[in-house]
């Protein structure tokens, strides 16, 4: 059989928990160069802290351009409290926020999704989460992470000013609301726009620009509009009532954890960040697990890789044209949570305890 082209892949493991997670994903694309016909080459590099440490900066530059020449980037995690005193422009975070905003991955979409082996691990009563299956659509690249001006400042009696922007253009508005409005089209057609147009312009403006692009482009799905924190509640009250959701960068960061939460763990959620097709076709991209460097059972083998390996499975659907790898790695952690293998973070009564090299593993031998 003649090898399929080869594709670039740039692994950024980063901090805390990440080089653990994202080691299992190598394990899992040195599995698919052995035994399938495909010709990963993958290479890895520093990020976050881990970069700080050795380069002190977040980021390199020569980083930064290899990213932007892979096929896809898979990213661990940034962060942790060995660099929380920094300086607010030298800290793990701002590599990660480099990123998103230099390649322009504007749309992160974060399926939020309860498998059905798991509808006891979260604390929501089961009839509430079970058949879960949410897209949230958030937009990265704009709103208060990034607006000017910011900062901190002196200010008269002594005191200090902190400042934050949140703004929106209609083009971010537009190109964000068709990514939600696309991907509605292949679920259930439905989409909850989220903002707190009662209090804020951009709210108002976020709804108004979000209607127009469904009034012109897409009169089939169904859209409604709800301020953001009654959205926060309506995830607890009868989260499967949404399909997908679309949300700011903020609102998007906040709802995401909280949906997360539904499926049982930080630990089982994967994402993926995208960017415009530039003009020869190729769509910039970063995948990375929702959660983030937990680092109070970092280098313990107790991470749950699942997020990280499922980041894998976008990657390999949404960048490498692999659909059927993916369906394959999607079947295949599915079918180790079948056998009732749990990392610490979803054990429950009657399951088999594991670790993360050996969830890793399992998943492996279920590829096979
Ligand atoms: C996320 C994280 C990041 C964010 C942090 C680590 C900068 O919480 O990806 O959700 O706020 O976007
Ligand atoms: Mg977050």
């Not at 190598?26 to 080459?41: A, G, Q």
């Not at 990213?67 to 942790?80: H, P, Q």
């Not at 499967?240 to 995401?256: H, P, T, Y």
């Amino acid at each position: 059989m003649s090898k399929k082209n080869s594709r670039k892949i740039l692994l950024l493991p980063g901090d805390g928990i990440g080089p653990e997670v994202v080691s299992e994903v190598k394990k899992i694309l040195n599995w698919f160069n052995s035994k399938k016909s495909l010709d990963f080459s993958f290479e890895e590099e520093l990020i976050g802290g881990a970069s700080i440490d050795v380069n002190k900066i977040p980021i390199t530059d020569e980083v930064f351009y290899k990213s932007l020449e892979s096929d896809a980037v898979i990213l661990g995690a940034c962060g942790g409290p060995k660099w929380d005193n920094l300086e607010f422009s030298k800290k793990p975070e701002r590599a990660l926020l480099k990123l998103r905003k230099e390649l322009k991955l504007f749309a992160n979409l974060r399926p939020a999704i309860c498998f059905k082996q798991l509808v006891d691990s979260s604390t929501l009563k089961p009839e509430i989460v079970s058949g879960l299956d949410i897209m949230i659509v958030r937009e990265l690249t704009g709103g208060i992470y990034f607006g000017e001006p910011r900062g901190i400042k002196p200010i008269e009696n002594n005191q200090r000013q902190g400042i934050n922007t949140h703004s929106y253009t209609t083009n971010e508005i537009h190109r964000i609301a068709k990514v939600a409005f696309d991907l509605a089209k292949k679920r259930k057609n439905k989409v909850t726009s989220c903002e707190k147009s009662n209090v804020m312009e951009a709210g108002v403006l976020w709804r108004e620009e979000v209607q127009v692009i469904k009034d012109k482009e897409y009169k089939s799905v169904e859209l409604n509009h709800m301020l953001a924190d009654n959205c926060a509640m309506q995830l607890l009250r009868n989260p499967k009532q949404f399909d997908v959701i679309l949300a700011d960068n903020l609102f998007g960061d906040m709802l995401s954890d909280e949906a997360a939460m539904l499926t049982g763990s930080l630990g089982l959620l994967p994402s993926a960040s995208l960017g415009a097709k530039d003009k020869n076709g190729k769509i910039r991209s970063l995948y990375e697990p929702v959660h983030g460097s937990a680092p109070d059972i970092a280098n313990k083998n107790l991470a749950n890789p699942i997020a990280t390996i499922l980041s894998l499975s976008m990657a390999l659907r949404y960048s490498l044209d692999l659909d059927k790898e993916a369906d394959q790695l999607d079947a295949a952690v599915q079918q180790v949570l079948d056998d009732g293998l749990r990392t610490k973070d979803i054990l429950s009564k009657g399951k088999k305890e594991v670790t993360t090299t050996e969830m890793g593993d399992a998943i492996i031998s279920k590829l096979k």
